[in-house]
């Protein structure tokens, strides 16, 4: 597993946070490789069978599969495992941040002597939107927005740049940025004749998607708008320390003020799965009403539940939706992408929906030489447009 890039903004982790984390990541590490394929085995051996015994037919889809799987004791067991070790994810990173909040805070705070190549505008009568309030995402105490310090608090952000990481156990390199690599790499294949001058990312939170695009288009102005203040003040911080130049501002992506038709490239990074059914209407046709002609629009998705994807498959993933505090993961993911990018204003030969190609970071594939392009053979999915001309 990459070691996480030490930038200047990163929560300093204490020996015995150090330990409690690397226990946490082995132990995810080990349900996924040795107890997960359990599910799969109990589902072929024990739970399809008996349904088609009791019913007649294999179940039909991913709520039949959940709710026959539920009855299962090794399927309870593996989900209190991951129930559990999902809550301990953000245990010590939350310790951490707290112990050095004053620290980071201060670090993280607009000098006003210094010059920054970016810039943060922050609005403080930009409101948490309820679907964000109401829950704390994948079990991260507080979500994005939570403040613990009366002013210029980055304590969400801290949490979430180090949580994520343990989360994915690093699968995203040690910068967290390969989703962004992956959609530079996919933007360029898919729209080799776009050179966007304007690029926003929406729900930047970090603006680990979005440096990517800063380094991929040098000539661009590139935006980032997030909902939560803490995520957009370490955002600039981490992006002023590791050279990028970009510039987050706070704003709803569901009605920002940006005017119409300004921009070549507006995307996002695993927001939609968060997002309510309501909210993602209105992002998407926000998308739409500022792009330029010519202009696209991707959001980078895991993997739709489409005819590839059998029952049982989708039955895994959509566990976040009632375990995980993921809500809107099952209802999201089991959309008409093309008919939701009609709803959003898109015209049938504008919508390009796809697959994104999957690498994993930190090897290399012995061709270009880069960390980010080993491909592994899964895919995510994007949710994609372009405007006529
Ligand atoms: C899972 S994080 C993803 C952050 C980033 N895109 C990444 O790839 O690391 C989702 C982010 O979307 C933001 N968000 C959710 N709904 C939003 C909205 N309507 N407007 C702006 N930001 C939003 C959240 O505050 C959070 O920072």
Redesign the pocket.
């Known amino acids: 597993m990459p070691r996480q890039y030490q930038h200047p903004i990163l929560p300093q982790t204490a020996h015995d946070e150090d330990a409690l984390q690397s226990f946490v990541i082995s132990m995810r590490g080990h349900i996924s490789a040795n107890l997960t394929p359990g599910n799969r085995q109990a589902f072929e051996r024990d739970v399809a069978p008996t349904y088609k015994k009791s019913h007649g037919r294999a179940p039909a889809n991913r709520h039949e599969v959940r709710r026959a799987m539920l009855r299962h004791p090794f399927h309870q067991s593996w989900s209190a495992l991951i129930r559990t070790t999902q809550e301990m994810i953000w245990d010590s990173p939350g310790h951490s941040a707290l112990r050095q909040i004053d620290a980071l805070n201060a670090a993280a705070k607009p000098k006003p002597k210094r010059k920054t190549s970016g810039t943060l505008t922050l609005d403080p009568s930009v409101k948490?939107?309820p679907?964000?309030s109401a829950v704390d995402?994948h079990c991260m105490p507080g979500?994005?927005?939570q403040e613990v310090a009366a002013e210029d608090d980055v304590y969400a952000a801290a949490v979430?740049d180090r949580g994520?990481y343990i989360y994915i156990m690093g699968g995203m390199g040690p910068l967290?940025d390969a989703?962004?690599q992956m959609l530079v790499d996919y933007t360029k294949a898919t729209f080799p004749d776009l050179a966007p001058k304007r690029i926003l990312?929406?729900?930047?939170?970090?603006?680990?998607?979005?440096l990517p695009f800063v380094d991929a288009f040098p000539g661009a102005e590139v935006h980032g708008?997030?909902?939560?203040a803490p995520?957009l003040r370490y955002g600039h911080a981490r992006a002023e320390a590791l050279g990028g130049k970009m510039h987050f501002t706070q704003?709803?992506?569901?009605r920002t003020s940006f005017p119409d038709a300004s921009f070549d490239l507006v995307m996002?990074?695993?927001?939609v799965h968060?997002?309510s059914q309501k909210?993602l209407r209105?992002?998407l046709k926000e998308c739409r009403r500022l792009l330029k002609p010519g202009g696209v629009t991707l959001h980078c998705e895991t993997p739709m539940y489409d005819a590839r994807l059998s029952p049982f498959d989708q039955s895994q993933t959509d566990w976040d939706t009632y375990f995980n505090n993921e809500p809107f993961v099952g209802p999201m993911h089991g959309l008409d992408a093309d008919a939701l990018m009609r709803e959003a204003g898109f015209a049938d030969d504008e919508l390009a929906n796809g697959d994104l190609p999957l690498y994993v970071p930190g090897v290399d594939d012995g061709e270009t030489g880069d960390d980010y392009r080993h491909r592994i053979g899964g895919y995510l999915s994007i949710l994609g447009a372009r405007r006529r001309v």
């Open positions: 948490i939107p679907y964000l995402i979500n994005f927005h979430y994520a967290g989703l962004g990312d929406m729900g930047c939170g970090i603006g680990g998607g979005t708008i997030d909902v939560s995520m704003m709803n992506a569901e996002t990074h695993i927001v968060e997002t909210a209105n992002i």
